[in-house]
């Protein structure tokens, strides 16, 4: 009986996958033609970012305009306006280079009945001069990295965190969500935090400094803003003489490749996936505004959590 | 044109005295401000002082500083000279990039097989270091011949080399293997790190360079005097690519540095900000902005009281938001300590009061 039951749940759950992997794969908006502006090319993530966008319009059907800034908003606001002017685009997909100037662009894509979807960077112009805005969840990657290691720890450690560059958005929101989830485990405290601006020669000269201030055997673990501080991290340690990922555990986000290579030598612990996928949710967006739908003004993408490279392959086929 | 020794002496003699108007008086001041920071450093952190020995390598907070320091003093080396001729380098950031990216290019290459001359480790530093001289060239090319001023002659290429360096990794952050290359950043020899090394060598060589020749000389009065330098038959355009030059390679050498010690380039970040940390060190080390008298080892000196400060933020459980706040203030704090008519001026308050 019990077994049946097992089996029951098991195929309603393979089930549930299956469904939500054949619509995701499926998608809609086929025959639709979208521009995409995206801020450039400089670094690996934003590179697979782009990439995600293309393969995913490709499986859905959709005709892509893809339109590289080169960092420059002046390219940014010439592409929308072609594009307004040839009016041959649904929808236009923006990753804006800078938060502000967007108010009149904006508008003459709301005048001309084009929907604007933003992704990734946010844009102080009036919501309802754009659809809504999927992006990373920095919130969420924090709280996910703090749920690990509670577990990790079972709910006891000292933690010293390399935070990010002071200010930005990803720092200051992975370090709320991070302090949310650790505040509920008295055990858990932050015992130093210092910023590595999100570099790796920095993040090692951190916790150089937080190995000789502390005594080492008092720190648990580490929690790194971004993979490459983590990196800097576990140089310090294993020049303090120390093994990383045993001795001190580590977590961090973003899950850029070398850290997985770090992973398979055993030198540290999970990463937080700072996802690139933000093609589908984008393109969801899109169809389910031109079919006339009320959507929220932020469409957060959450990444998951990573202890090994093979997992995250199994993730990403 | 020498200083009969005579006269020299008197100088110095001159400039034991305190309260003097010399720049010796000044390094009086830049060593207290380094102790005074380091006292409070320890009294922040009790084991500020302690240094062991793990696996050959010494550790502790003191290697720390020095170890850190390392890239920024290679920076102000060149820096130092630089501003000794009026002038400035605002590029050397950025060179850094540029040298990492061509090293770890290259380095990737011989780690895949190939076996041409130039990916070999030994040339590949050559080069590397090379490509900082050519960059280094190219600024003293601007300022010395076309008569481009400094901050924007050398601001073309704090832009620009930017995206060289992204061009030459292509937008990518590679990392490398070859523990040849690696060495230079975080080589370890009799317990001490080799960046340490290569400071003092490179601190002690170009010293020996401009001081045991003319070259100093003739690099202090340009900076001073850039017409009747002229007048008195100096080339002094010779002077400032030579000055740039050395520039570049400090920057390369820099750059190197910062590749080894995490095994990877990264043309975004590397070297960002560097070159006002460097220029801010040499203004500590008491050369002034309008050009002459310099001295290198004084510029290092600022270096270290920069790292330290940084190494004591580091230690202190401040909230990362006031690091740069009280950054400000300690240096503040110091340029004032050396400012002769604050110290006066803070003698009169006593007197008054008393």
């Not at chain 1, 201030?213 to 120390?242: Q, R, T, Y």
């Not at chain 2, 050519?134 to 010395?144: D, M, S």
């Not at chain 2, 960046?195 to 020996?208: D, G, W």
Request: net charge negative; charged share 15%.
């Amino acid at each position: 009986m019990r077994n049946i039951r097992r089996i029951a749940v098991i195929l309603v759950v393979v089930g549930l996958i299956a469904t939500a992997f054949s619509t995701a794969a499926q998608g809609g908006g086929e025959g639709l033609t979208i521009g995409f502006s995206q801020i450039g090319s400089e670094s690996a993530w934003r590179t697979s970012f782009t990439d995600a966008v293309k393969a995913e319009a490709e499986a859905r059907g959709i005709n892509l305009l893809f339109s590289d800034a080169q960092q420059e908003q002046e390219n940014q606001i010439a592409a929308i306006n072609a594009w307004i002017a040839q009016g041959d685009v649904d929808a236009i997909i923006l990753a804006p280079v800078v938060t502000s100037g967007w108010d009149v662009v904006l508008q003459e894509a709301k005048d001309a009945g084009i929907p604007v979807v933003i992704v990734d960077r946010n844009v102080d112009a009036d919501p309802s001069l754009y659809v809504t805005r999927v992006s990373s969840d920095f919130v969420h990657e924090g709280r996910l990295a703090a749920a690990w290691l509670v577990q990790a720890t079972s709910g006891n450690c000292n933690i010293v965190e390399l935070y990010g560059t002071v200010g930005s958005a990803a720092a200051e929101d992975r370090a709320t969500g991070f302090r949310e989830v650790i505040a509920l485990f008295p055990g858990m405290q932050i015992i130093r935090s210092e910023t590595g601006n999100f570099v790796r020669t920095e993040g090692k000269q951190v916790m150089e400094s937080f190995l000789s201030a502390e005594d080492p055997a008092n720190i648990c673990a580490v929690f790194a803003h971004n993979d490459d501080m983590a990196i800097g991290a576990i140089e310090a340690i294993k020049e303090a003489g120390l093994v990383p990922a045993q001795d001190i555990l580590i977590v961090s986000v973003d899950a850029i490749p070398d850290i997985f290579d770090s992973l398979d030598a055993g030198e540290t612990n999970a990463t937080v996936e700072l996802s690139p996928f933000m093609g589908a949710p984008a393109f969801d967006a899109v169809v389910a505004t031109l079919a006339g739908e009320e959507l929220p003004k932020w469409i957060p993408v959450a990444g998951s959590l990573y202890t090994s490279r093979a997992a995250y392959d199994a993730d990403h086929q | 044109m020498q200083p009969q020794p005579i006269l020299q002496l008197k100088e110095k003699l001159a400039d034991l005295k305190l309260g003097g108007f010399s720049w010796n008086n000044r390094a009086v001041w830049s060593v207290a401000a380094l102790i005074i920071i380091l006292i409070v450093n320890r009294l922040i952190s009790p084991n500020f002082f302690s240094i062991d020995m793990v696996n050959g390598r010494l550790i502790g907070s003191l290697i720390n500083i020095l170890d850190g320091a390392s890239a920024i003093i290679l920076l102000s080396i060149g820096m130092t000279l630089v501003i000794a001729t009026k002038g400035i380098d605002l590029s050397v950031g950025t060179v850094m990039a540029i040298a990492s990216a061509v090293a770890v290019m290259l380095i990737n290459q011989y780690e895949a097989g190939a076996g041409e001359f130039y990916y070999m480790p030994g040339v590949v530093i050559l080069i590397a270091v090379a490509a900082g001289a050519i960059c280094g060239l190219w600024n003293g090319f601007l300022v010395a011949y076309l008569n481009i001023q400094p901050i924007i002659a050398t601001l073309i290429l704090l832009i620009s080399g930017r995206g060289i360096a992204q061009m030459i990794t292509q937008g990518q952050s590679p990392t490398f293997t070859n523990e040849t290359l690696a060495f230079i950043g975080r080589g370890v020899i009799l317990g001490v790190p080799f960046p340490i090394y290569l400071c003092l060598a490179m601190l002690i060589l170009v010293t020996l360079l401009v001081r045991r020749s003319a070259i100093g000389l003739l690099i202090e009065s340009v900076g001073i005097n850039a017409r009747a330098s002229f007048y008195a038959g100096i080339n002094s355009a010779r002077i400032k690519v030579m000055v740039y030059t050395l520039s570049g390679i400090c920057a390369a050498l820099a750059g190197l540095v910062v590749a080894g010690e995490v095994k990877s380039a990264d043309p975004h970040k590397a070297g960002e900000f560097a070159e006002l940390d460097a220029i801010l060190a040499v203004v500590i080390g008491g050369t002034s902005l309008n050009g002459g008298r310099f001295n290198l080892f004084l510029s290092a000196l600022g270096v270290l009281i920069i790292q330290s400060l940084l190494t004591g933020l580091y230690v202190s459980k401040l909230h990362p938001t006031a690091n740069l706040v009280v950054k400000a203030i300690v240096v503040l704090a110091v340029l004032l300590l050396q400012s002769d008519e604050f110290r006066s001026f803070l003698k009169r308050l006593f007197r008054r009061r008393a």
